[in-house]
């Protein structure tokens, strides 16, 4: 009697988990969709966003990239005290810096090309004449010093850049110096992720079309939302029935090890 009451058991037990495996295998997860998504562009499209043009050079599941190019992109350099910037080949040391009239100098790097000694504080060039032997005060061996003289808003021209170049600010350590030029940059795309093109944020959501990667972007922020929930209330759902079908399980084997026991009468 004892075995047949628990033959009953295990039998309820296990029909309760397969109902519920028959449940797990028969549900179908929600999916994430837009209905009508601001814009949908796959790999390798161009596509105009509040007036600028996008490259959309990668789309992939989950991930993707845009390039546009800032045509008037702002580019500086800063000089401090002492650095060397060259002119047509020529070194030149940045020098006399003064911020309350925005001013500073260029000044040529003289370089001897003979020994040189010091005296007295004073730097001397050795003169070779035979066997005469001259010393001769620097300054006065060096031909005239160049040099330039800048303020804020000259324009600067240099070795290594191209580009009109102006003289921003100057200030008692550094002098910068800044130019425009064409600049690519670089957007990131993640899905539900939010990333701003132009002046607004859109969501990006990746689905399929044809076969091929599809980026979807929205400012509809709940429509894509309300289908997370979704997916998450069905994962909850679906947990919950793999629970019974273990717990269901366990009990019907432990109904088994139970009915088998010996008697102690």
């Known amino acids: 009697m004892q075995r047949r009451a628990a033959a009953v058991s295990v039998a ?4 309760l988990a397969a109902g519920s495996y028959t449940l797990i295998g028969a549900a179908q997860q929600p999916a994430v969709s ?32 845009a390039t546009w190019v800032n045509e008037s992109a702002r580019y500086t350099e800063t000089w401090a005290e ?4 060259a002119i047509d080949g020529q070194n030149f040391s940045v020098a006399g810096l003064n911020e309350s009239e925005g001013v500073f100098e260029l000044r040529e790097v003289q370089e001897v090309d003979r020994p040189t000694v010091e005296q007295n504080g004073t730097t001397y060039v050795v003169v070779e004449d035979g066997e005469n032997r001259t010393l001769v005060p ?12 800048y303020q804020v808003g000259d324009t600067v021209d240099y070795d290594g850049n191209e580009n009109e170049t102006v003289v921003a600010s100057v200030t008692g350590d550094e002098v910068t110096v800044e130019w425009f030029a064409p600049d690519t940059i670089e957007l990131e795309f993640g899905e539900g992720e939010n990333t701003t093109v132009g002046d607004t944020p859109y969501l990006a959501h990746f689905g399929t079309a044809d076969g091929q990667a ?17 997916q998450e209330q069905f994962h909850e759902r679906t947990n919950g029935l793999w629970g019974i079908v273990i717990l269901a399980s366990m009990a019907a084997a432990l109904v088994v090890m139970l009915a088998f026991l010996p008697s102690r009468y």
């Open 82 to 85: 002492n650095d060397t910037v």
């Open 214 to 230: 599809v980026l979807e972007l929205t400012t509809d922020y709940e429509d894509y939302h309300s289908d997370v929930a979704a």
């Open 34 to 65: 837009l209905e009508d998504p601001d814009y949908a562009v796959s790999q390798g499209e161009e596509r105009t966003i509040a007036g600028t043009s996008y490259n959309f050079s990668s789309v992939s599941d989950g991930s993707g990239t």
């Open 138 to 149: 620097r300054e006065n061996y060096l031909p005239e010093q160049t040099v330039f003289e």
């Open 12 to 15: 309820l037990f296990l029909l």
